[in-house]
């Protein structure tokens, strides 16, 4: 199975400044079919299902503000929130789906400081 | 609508049964890979099983296998998720999602409670 390590497990950010949340694999994540790291970014607020924000380690989905951006290749990814809002307090999980079992990594909570 | 509903969830004893349902609209269900996800009450996400666009190819995490089945009828848009010899362990909102590549539709999730 491959294991996604997130970190740190949170962190308090100022509205305006830029939260940084790190997920490491436990293997290369790196589709070769397509050359695209098969890497997820997802958003949880409390009592909703997750929201997709980021694709491929760096695409982000439709309607997704560009405060929210994926950079990353390899086994190492960091998913970065710029100018922080209020409403980006929430629960953060990087996912792989390059190899059953899928697996997510523990979740990053980010507050505002 | 886009959407996924799922329903059946409740309070079920040590041991018991219950059998998860995911209804899909607004989408061609039957073009599309579907997946269960649970989330333990304060935890994180925990990928459980998938089933293929036609339903001939099955998966499932090591923790259910064997008394968890996963099917899907494309006629009634709708995927399931037979869980069998459940424990406390299981306790969890259960997800239904879509994929292509990443998951990019999620249900709102039921409660599954499994106590005494």
């Known amino acids: 199975d491959i294991v996604m390590t997130q970190s740190p497990d949170s962190l308090a950010v100022s509205l305006g400044e830029r939260a940084t949340i790190s997920c490491k694999s436990s293997?290369?994540?790196?589709?070769?079919?397509?050359?695209?790291?098969?890497l997820a970014w997802y958003q949880q607020k409390p009592g909703q299902p997750p929201k997709l924000l980021i694709y491929w380690a760096s695409s982000r989905e439709s309607g997704v503000p560009d405060r929210f951006s994926g950079s990353g290749s390899g086994t190492d990814f960091t998913l970065t929130i710029s100018n922080l809002q209020a409403e980006d307090v929430a629960v953060y999980y990087c996912q792989q789906y390059c190899n059953i079992p899928l697996t997510f990594g523990g979740g990053t909570k980010v507050e505002i400081k | 609508e886009v959407q996924l509903v799922e329903s059946g969830g409740g309070l079920v004893q040590p041991g018991g049964s219950l059998r998860l349902s995911c209804a899909a609209s607004?989408?061609?269900?039957?073009?599309?890979?579907m997946h269960w996800v649970r989330q333990p009450p304060g935890k994180g996400l925990m990928w459980i099983s998938r089933m293929s666009s036609d339903g001939g190819s099955t998966a499932y995490a090591d923790s259910v296998k064997g008394r968890f089945t996963i099917s899907r009828d494309n006629a009634k848009n709708t995927l399931y998720l037979q869980m069998d010899s459940l424990t406390p362990e299981d306790t969890a909102v259960y997800y239904c999602g879509r994929t292509q590549g990443p998951f990019n539709l999620w249900g709102q999730g039921t409660l599954v409670t499994v106590s005494s």
């Open positions: 293997q290369s994540v790196l589709y070769s079919s397509s050359n695209k790291h098969n």
């Open positions: 607004g989408f061609t269900f039957s073009n599309h890979w």
